[in-house]
């Protein structure tokens, strides 16, 4: 017993001194800078989290106490599509379900940041740029701003008394007679109508676009209509103002709402359709149940031929269609007599959902070839890692230069050459668009989190689940796709937000940043937060726990209102994996990755006392090494080396560690052990901020290879670097991190030892005038 332990203790010290040396100086350095706080990259994220209450638990579920209001509305509205004017009358009963009693109601008047004096014009600095596009120009310098808000003509009780309110630029508090009391629901009216904007030339999420050829008009009606704001536990009333890039808080509820549009028209938007009947023709009902019973391909509801004769009607007459709708947080509507519709049913998890499309003729032939297969497969690709789709249909509308979501129903650009033709980026952009636009529907549209303060909620969570249903439809559409080819997703692959990651700090910002403060929103809110959670899934957790967990969260918060806290506290409650770590450097800071290879030492074992084995036996009071049964190691090309004993084995060049084994180990033991060549200690750095995995790729001279991840723990005790002893029965030839470029690493040129040799383009330039 006493060879043993002496021996494990000079192995115990070969192996940890230089590791203890680096932990204890990271320490120092840590607590100088840090002013003896707490700076350690693991730390729990206590300071940053809202303490868990009753309404929302520590785990990330809804507490016991958990509430949230609701609002249900009745409307009428009318299009005049002469004069693009929208006009409608509303009764909104709003239940208190909370348990503080409410003075007044906040009421969110979105179309107001389109009034001609709206601050939202004057938000942003901005000068003379020496080039700029005639129509941008014409914009900024020379048109007479639009005059799009709302025109608030009546704000009453149930019984017609005029209420109090008063209108704050985006947002209308109306006082109550007496406050609405926990458990008590109150019913008030408004009257209202604004101008209907040109969406193409001010680029809003909703309005019209006119087609001179014909004379028609394609409206994508959303945000009309006087909307209840969200009170919660969180912040009471959500009543930030609408700028503009943060996008809607709304809660739950229940619409009726009948629209009067030209007889001639085409309509759908959120809900069930109540008098299809009355308002579709013979034919159009009998296609219509033929898709019912249709799961293999869309039938054509209204043909091209069909809306290109409407086309030149420009009926006089009117038509009501009647839509009502259950548990939604919003409602939107899309009309015109230009439009084409085709659908299909698919299966989701046993329920049959009607997959839809509207277009006018100029989206054809791509829109008619993919876009209702697009929908179909992305809901039933978002149900298959969240839950059950809960309605009855989805709806993708064509609109140019649109990209927005309600609930099931949205709009999508990808417009064809006037011939007809298409490329790819078009063909792919409009799919990419549809599988996002349509995968909205769950979040935030049911896990219905605060975009107006969060926008990576909807948006990041929403984008890495677009590339995982993209990556899907290719498999379910091999047709749609190149045989050669991949899916060629845009964002969520972990090298395509480097560019982003590496840039000037000073235009960088943590992705829990409103939306209106940040100057990237793509990439802040889409792109960054996407690919951390696909790295997330694909690195640091692995399929089975993120999935698991994702789920969870899913249906936890489905139909509720769930906060960042709640995700994160989901993710690690429902796997057992600590993600403090994880959150704090991709959502609370900018640092990015870099992660290299510092340098690799080699090293030959022996018997024979070194200089180096001396001085640390002398650290720990061992006075004589003789005796202590040790094995040293010498590094390659110092005095000590012996080239002659390269590439022998550990019991070749220590005979006593051989008499060791003879003494301790039976025969059937030293059969097991294993008997390494090979001696390196590699060090590797993280120049860049933020904490990941270490992966690492081991090449051997007999070509084989060996990936190894080192979990981010590897780094709690040194950010800055870090070593790894590796024995090896092959010689290593070649070390990588990060082979396979899953981490966003922004530099490669420190992951490869040897070091891979830049490119000299003078040279490469000599080369090639020499030829």
């Not at 929908?375 to 609109?399: E, G, M, W």
Request: aromatic share 12%.
């Amino acid at each position: 017993m006493r060879k043993i332990k002496s021996t494990l203790l000079v192995c115990f010290l070969f192996l940890s001194a230089g590791v203890f040396a680096q932990d204890e100086q990271a320490t120092k350095e840590e607590t100088v800078q840090a002013g003896h706080t707490n700076q350690n990259k693991f730390r729990q994220l206590y300071q940053e989290f809202s303490t868990p209450n009753q309404y929302r638990t520590g785990a990330g579920a809804p507490g016991e106490a958990y509430y949230q209001n609701q609002a249900d509305y009745k409307m009428d509205i009318e299009l005049d599509d002469k004069n693009q004017k929208l006009s409608g009358y509303e009764t909104i009963t709003y239940h208190n379900n909370s348990p503080d009693a409410l003075e007044y109601l906040w009421v969110q008047l979105d179309q107001n940041i389109r009034t001609k004096d709206s601050e939202a014009k004057l938000k942003d600095g901005n000068g003379i740029s020496p080039v700029t596009q005639s129509s941008t120009f014409v914009n900024d310098f020379m048109e007479e701003p639009f005059d799009g808000g709302f025109h608030i003509e009546e704000v009453s009780s149930k019984d017609g008394k005029s209420l109090p309110h008063t209108i704050n630029f985006t947002m209308m508090r109306v006082d109550l007679p007496q406050p609405l009391k926990a458990g008590e629901s109150y019913s008030f009216n408004i009257k209202w109508w604004y101008n209907i904007n040109n969406h193409v030339t001010d680029r809003a999420r909703s309005g019209y676009e006119h087609f001179p050829e014909d004379g028609n008009n394609v409206y994508v009606i959303a945000q009309f209509f006087p909307r209840m704001g969200v009170y919660n536990d969180v912040e009471g009333w959500q009543n930030m103002q609408f700028w503009g890039s943060g996008e809607f808080a709304l809660p739950f509820g229940s619409y009726e709402v009948n629209i009067t549009v030209p007889a001639d028209h085409i309509l759908d938007g959120t809900g069930e359709l109540q008098n299809r009947k009355d308002v579709y023709s013979r034919e159009m009902m009998k296609r219509y149940e033929q898709a019912k019973k249709s799961y293999d391909k869309p039938v054509v509801i209204v043909t091209q031929e069909e809306a290109e004769a409407a086309e030149k009607g420009f009926s006089d007459k009117k038509k009501t269609w009647k839509l009502k709708a259950e548990m939604v947080r919003d409602f939107a509507f899309a009309t015109s007599r230009k439009f084409i519709v085709d659908m299909m049913n698919v299966k989701v998890m046993g329920k049959d959902v009607m997959a839809e499309s509207l277009y006018p003729k100029e989206g054809n032939p791509l829109w008619g070839d993919y876009s209702t297969k697009v929908v179909a497969s992305t809901v039933k690709s978002y149900s298959d890692h969240t839950f059950q789709y809960p309605y009855s249909k989805a709806i993708s509308v064509h609109a140019k230069n649109q990209g927005m979501e309600y609930p099931m129903i949205c709009w999508n650009y990808g417009r064809p050459e006037k011939d007809g033709t298409y490329t790819d980026r078009v063909k792919f952009g409009m799919m990419s668009v549809i599988i996002h636009e349509v995968g909205h529907n769950f979040f935030p549209m049911i896990v219905n989190s605060d975009e107006r303060q969060w926008g990576w909620m909807d948006e990041g969570i929403n984008t890495f689940m677009q590339y995982l249903a993209e990556q899907e439809f290719a498999r379910e559409y091999p047709q749609a796709i190149s045989p050669e080819e991949v899916y060629p997703s845009r964002r969520g692959i972990p090298s395509k937000i480097v560019p982003y990651m590496k840039g000037d700090q000073s235009y960088i910002a943590p992705i829990m940043s409103n939306p209106e403060n940040v100057f990237q929103l793509g990439n802040n809110a889409y792109g960054k937060p996407a690919t951390a959670l696909n790295i997330l899934r694909e690195t640091v957790m692995g399929h089975d726990l993120f999935d698991y967990s994702f789920k969870t969260y899913a249906n936890r918060w489905m139909f509720k209102h769930p906060t960042p806290e709640d995700f994160f506290r989901t993710m690690e409650d429902a796997s057992g994996v600590d993600l403090d770590w994880f959150w704090r450097g991709w959502f609370y800071g900018t640092d990015n990755v870099d992660i290299g290879i510092k340098e690799v030492k080699k090293f030959q074992i022996t018997d024979k006392v070194t200089k180096e084995g001396k001085a640390l036996l002398e650290r720990y009071n061992v006075e004589d090494p003789a005796s202590i049964d040790a094995v040293y190691v010498v590094e390659e090309g110092s005095d000590e080396y012996n080239a002659e004993s390269k590439g022998k084995t550990s019991l070749e060049n220590a005979p006593k560690l051989n008499e060791y084994l003879m003494d301790n180990f039976t025969p059937e033991e030293r059969a097991k052990l294993k008997n390494p060549k090979f001696f390196y200690q590699v060090t590797f750095n993280k120049p860049g901020g933020l904490v990941m995995p270490l992966i690492v790729e081991y090449t051997y001279a007999d070509g084989t290879t060996n990936n190894v991840k080192y979990p981010a723990q590897i780094w709690r005790k040194n950010d800055k670097e870090v070593s790894k002893a590796i024995a090896s029965d092959k010689e290593i030839t070649k070390i990588t991190v990060d082979p396979n470029l899953e981490t966003a690493d922004v530099n490669l040129d420190n992951n490869s030892w040897p070091q891979n040799a830049k490119e000299d383009k003078f040279q490469n330039f000599k080369k090639e005038a020499s030829n």
